[in-house]
């Protein structure tokens, strides 16, 4: 069974980097598209941006351009674990944090993380 | 990017009810639609894919249906545990986006 596990600080101040790790256990990083999805108290689920296993990513154009220049998702297939980090923080990005496997650039989100609330506070 | 809606926003229904939750999409979409349930403090899980293909797993009164722009889910008989939030999302254009739920609540 494919498991996820978000893990990385809860707390993080204004205008830092936000960090986030996904490790994955039961299927190879290898294989597969992996995302980033997040999730603001109280709201709906946004889509971040996904790597694929060679170190290919797509972020979501869709958000105001800062949010584009601010993200980086990187691979390391050595620990079967992929990262996020989401650079000068703001309040605006508080929100729990979900990692997710889906097969290709078309396809569903099969396998979800259990997700990590990071919130962006002095 | 495609936009989707979602209605109701939220509903109210019995247990053994019939419930259909709707989407729309703002292009079309082909059957790339799936729908995630989601419980409070829980991550989304997959219900449905592909417009009507039913997840490994899933009970059977779960079902979708639609293509183009417009699709359905239906739970045939409310349960006590279904009372959740449902949200579609489709994957035909990346970015991949997300309805904006429907919450499922007790009458």
């Known amino acids: 069974q494919v498991q996820l596990q978000e893990s990385g600080p809860g707390l993080v101040k204004p205008s830092e980097t936000l960090s986030l790790t996904c490790a994955v256990s039961g299927d190879s990083i290898s294989r597969y598209f992996w995302s980033w999805i997040r999730q603001p108290p109280g709201k709906g689920l946004d889509w971040v941006g996904y790597i694929y296993y060679s170190g290919s990513t797509n972020y979501n154009p869709s958000y105001n351009p800062s949010l584009k220049s601010r993200v980086t998702i990187s691979v390391d297939t050595s620990k079967n674990q992929f990262s996020l980090k989401l650079s000068s923080a703001t309040a605006a990005d508080t929100a729990v944090y979900y990692c997710?496997?889906?097969?290709?650039?078309?396809?569903?989100?099969?396998?979800w993380g259990q997700g990590t609330l990071v919130t962006v506070s002095s | 990017d495609i936009q989707m809606t979602q209605s109701p926003s939220s509903l109210s229904a019995s247990v053994g009810d019939r419930v259909t939750i709707t989407c729309r999409a703002s292009q079309s979409i082909s059957s790339y639609l799936n729908w995630y349930q989601q419980k409070p403090g829980k991550a989304p899980k997959v219900l449905i894919y592909?417009?009507?293909s039913l997840q490994s797993g899933v009970p059977s009164r779960f079902s979708g249906s639609g293509s183009g722009t417009d699709f359905t889910l239906t739970i045939s008989s409310l349960q006590p545990e279904d009372f959740a939030t449902y949200y579609c999302?489709?994957?035909?254009?990346?970015?991949?986006?997300f309805g904006q739920g429907t919450k499922v609540e007790i009458k």
């Open positions: 999302q489709q994957s035909y254009s990346p970015p991949p986006t």
């Open positions: 592909s417009a009507s």
């Open positions: 997710a496997r889906h097969l290709s650039v078309y396809s569903y989100f099969d396998f």
